[in-house]
Every structure is written in structure tokens, then in C-alpha cells.
């Protein structure tokens, strides 16, 4: 094991001590009403984007030479817009919506609408170009070449294109699994460049808003809108909970082999709502690492004035995480997640692991109520990479519970139906939570439906990107 690295004379705090972690502010129900509120505002909001552009269109500008095809390049345009605001909107990280939906979900709502304003925009710039090709009886390459030369807003909207079309490629499964989560980020962040780009094409050219402000006015407010929203919740709230929180690197353990625990200390954490099983983007402020955050789970709740992560080091930011100093700066986003007490329907409740999956386990069972009936079933290769047995081990001896502990290879040992049967029979009749790889956690959700347990009952985040 790694010595330990302590700040000053700063005494590292008894994670199993509960009595302290109840001494903090609990963590915020999800509010359901919010994400069917915003749903509905969506669909309104689309509605009249397509019923805005068909009030603009007459039966002339319809008759005239490519009339229709220029119509139809309009309504492509300005829904394939209308739809990248969306996807924007569901990865802003709005507390209130991340924590009844939870981000896993709303990553692949992003990932369903994606290929739309790719396709959609496409379709704008071809159906535009024949369009003004067949008034100037020009070909259509001519007359793209004409735009670009002559309009410098649709340059730069072609610019904006290729930075979106860039990021959709990106974000295909297969590019995801060959690159690293660092380029991806930085290859998401030019989408809003494009989005710049594409609002001041929109608004300067856009021949839809001549002689109807309200059509104008309408864009400019949701554009705005949007900005705000991801400004406020992507800077503005951050940086302000960041000032008062004041986080530093208390001390770095190695927890098991490649598997550390980073203790942060602060200022105000008792006012810090969080809820067991609940993650933040983390962001270090070294040199090498400070220009991007990646997702933690809290490995326990927080003692005032610390809190706890375990990070496996897979990546070039977890590897990086066994060699911060003590006193180092530490940003956070969040917390973020579903993957809490809340979601449970039943006083009954099976906790299932492998690896650093354990850990936001660890902190969910510390957080359920007292009347909770826990069963917990932890996996791993050897003995030394259970992480946080013993304090694992204690929270379910204190409530009386079931504690299961499989060692070895996934082969020999493994969490399938006839498995998980045995060592929790009454596995049906309560919520599962499961955490671990991504081929472990798709294996047990799959046992867990086969023998029965309701789907609502089974609860599981992703945080791959």
C-alpha cells in the first residue's frame, strides 16, 4: 500500500464514525413534476418553431422559382436548430434535473435526438442551395460557392456545421471506444462555438423574420435563454458553491492495488445537500489537469469538514489522482445522480458491486433510513481488491443485515440468477441496486429480471461518456 499524505496536522477522519455523517444536510428528493413540465415545454416550444415558419411562407414565395424547395430548407433549418438547443439543454447539468432524471438517462436522450440536427441541417443547406440555385438558374455548386464567398454569416454557419457534424462523429460508439475522454470533451466544447456561429447566421439572414418580429423575438429569447441556462449552471452556480466550499487535498491512501481514496477537507460542508450513491465532476487544479472534470462517486457521506472519493486509476485524471499533493485546489460540479434512497420503492433492498463500484454502495448504504432491510453482495478478483470491506462489512452488521463476499475470477465466481437466488431469496421482493463494469452491471440486471424482480425495482447509473 501507498503511505498516506496528509495536509498539516489535519487528522483524517473515522469514516466509521455514523453518528458524524448524520451531522450534515441531506440530500434533495427528486422533483418528478419538473422533468414532465419541461417535457411538455419542449414539445410546445417545437410546435410553434414548425407552425412559426409555415406562417411565414405565402402562397407567392411557394409558386415562386424553387419556392418550395427554399420553404422546406427553412423548416429543416430552424427544427434542426430548435433540436440542438434541446440537446444542449439536456447536458447542462441543471441540478434539479439531473437528479430526477439522472445523467446516464439524459446522455442517451442527447445520443437519440443527436443524428436529427445532423440530418436536419443538412437537409437546410442542400434544399437551400437547389432552391437559390433554380431563381439564379445557376448549378448548385456555383451557387454554394456564391454564398460562401459573398455572405460571410453563412461561412461561418458552415463552419458551425462541420464542428457539429464533427462532434455527431465523435459520439458514435465506435469513435467513443477509440479515444480518450479528454479529446472527446474538447471536441464537445467547439458544439458551442457552433452554436454561436449558427445563432448570428440565423439571425442576420434569416429571411423567415422580415416583417415578423414575433418570429424574431421568439428566437432571440430561447436562444438567450439557452445561454443563460448554461452559463448559469455550468459557471455562475459552480464557481460560487466552489468560493464557499474552499476545497483542498486533505490526504491520498491506496485503498487496493490501482484503487485510491482522496479525503477532501473544506469550509460549509454541513450545508452541502448530498445524498449516498450521488457523484460530482471532479476537477484538480494542477497544471496538467485543471482543464477538465470527470465523474466521481462520493465514497462515503461527507464528516464536516471532509468528504471522501475512491477513484480506480483507468484513465489519465484517476492515474494522476495517486500523485496530487496535499493542499491542492480542488473544483466540483454536482452532486449528480439518481442512484440514491430515493429511488427505492420497498423497505427492502439488495446492494450489488464489483470493483470501485463498491464505493458509492458504501455511501448509499450509509444513507438509507434505519427501517431498511439490506441485504449486500460484493464480488472481486482477490481479497485485496475489496475496497472498503470492513467499513462495509460494519454498516451491514449494524443494521443487521446479509453480507456476501465472492472472490475470484469472473469466470469461476459468478452473479447470475442461480447465484443471486441462493444467497438473497428474497431478492424479488425488494429493489436491487447494482454498480460495477459495465459487463458486470448488464449480467446482474439481467438475473435480477429473470427471476422476477420488477424493472422500476432495479436501479443502476452509467457514467461513460
Known amino acids: 500500500m501507498a503511505p498516506t499524505r496528509q495536509l498539516g496536522k489535519i487528522e483524517r477522519p473515522a469514516w466509521t464514525n455514523h453518528s458524524a455523517a448524520n451531522r450534515r444536510r441531506h440530500g434533495h428528493a427528486p422533483l418528478p413534476w419538473v422533468a414532465d413540465a419541461l417535457a411538455a415545454l419542449a414539445g410546445i416550444g417545437f410546435g410553434v418553431v414548425v407552425a412559426l415558419v409555415i406562417a411565414g411562407e405565402t402562397r407567392g414565395t411557394l409558386a415562386s422559382p424553387g419556392g418550395w424547395l427554399i420553404a422546406a430548407g427553412r423548416l429543416f433549418g430552424f427544427t434542426g436548430t430548435y433540436l440542438m438547443l434541446v440537446m444542449v439543454l439536456l447536458v447542462a447539468r441543471l441540478p434539479w434535473l ?30 437551400i442551395t437547389l432552391g437559390y440555385a433554380q431563381i439564379t438558374k445557376a448549378g448548385p455548386l456555383h451557387q454554394l460557392w456564391v454564398f460562401l464567398a459573398n455572405y460571410p454569416d453563412v461561412l461561418a454557419a458552415m463552419v458551425a456545421f462541420a464542428l457539429i457534424v464533427m462532434a455527431g462523429f465523435s459520439s458514435i460508439r465506435i469513435a467513443r471506444q477509440k479515444m480518450k475522454y479528454e479529446t472527446w470533451w474538447i471536441v464537445h466544447l467547439y458544439t458551442y462555438l457552433a452554436l454561436a456561429l449558427a445563432f448570428a447566421h440565423q439571425i442576420v439572414t434569416g429571411v423567415v423574420f422580415l416583417g415578423h ?61 448530498v445524498s449516498g450513491g450521488q457523484f460530482f465532476q471532479w476537477r484538480f487544479l494542477t497544471k496538467d489537469l485543471w482543464w477538465h472534470a470527470h465523474p466521481y462517486s462520493l465514497s ?28 491542492t485546489r480542488v473544483f466540483i460540479e454536482g452532486p449528480y445522480g439518481t442512484f440514491t434512497r430515493h429511488a427505492r420503492t420497498t423497505n427492502r433492498v439488495t446492494l450489488i458491486g464489483a470493483g470501485v463500484g463498491i464505493t458509492p454502495l458504501r455511501a448509499l448504504l450509509e444513507d438509507l433510513p434505519a427501517n431498511v432491510e439490506v441485504s449486500v453482495v460484493i464480488r472481486a478478483s482477490s481479497p485485496e481488491d ?46 436491487v441496486y447494482v454498480c460495477g463494469p459495465g459487463g458486470f452491471t448488464d449480467q446482474v440486471v439481467a438475473a435480477a429480471e429473470r427471476l422476477g424482480v420488477p424493472r422500476e425495482r432495479i436501479h443502476h447509473e452509467a457514467f461513460t461518456f
Open 300 to 327: 462515503a457521506l461527507p464528516r464536516p469538514p471532509f468528504m471522501r472519493v475512491t477513484v480506480k486509476g483507468l484513465g489519465d485524471q484517476s492515474s494522476a489522482v495517486a500523485q496530487l499533493k496535499p493542499g
Open 386 to 431: 475489496v475496497v472498503h470491506r470492513d467499513e462495509v462489512e460494519a454498516l451491514v452488521k449494524l443494521r443487521k443485515g446479509q453480507f456476501h463476499e465472492l472472490v475470484g475470477s469472473r469466470h469461476e465466481v459468478r452473479v447470475d440468477a442461480p447465484a443471486l437466488r441462493t444467497l438473497v431469496p428474497r431478492l424479488v421482493q425488494g429493489d
Open 213 to 273: 418580429p414575433l418570429t424574431r423575438m421568439f428566437w432571440i429569447v430561447i436562444w438567450s435563454a439557452t445561454a443563460g441556462v448554461v452559463v448559469t449552471s455550468r459557471i455562475v452556480l459552480p464557481v460560487a458553491r466552489n468560493i464557499r466550499l474552499q476545497l483542498r487535498v486533505a490526504d491520498v491512501v491506496e485503498e487496493a492495488p490501482g484503487v485510491y481514496s482522496l479525503t477532501v477537507s473544506g469550509r460549509n460542508l454541513s450545508r452541502l445537500a
Open 98 to 127: 439531473e437528479r430526477t432524471v439522472g445523467q446516464d438517462r439524459l446522455v442517451r436522450w442527447h445520443r437519440r435526438i443527436g443524428p436529427w440536427p445532423i440530418v436536419l441541417i443538412t437537409l437546410h443547406v442542400v434544399s
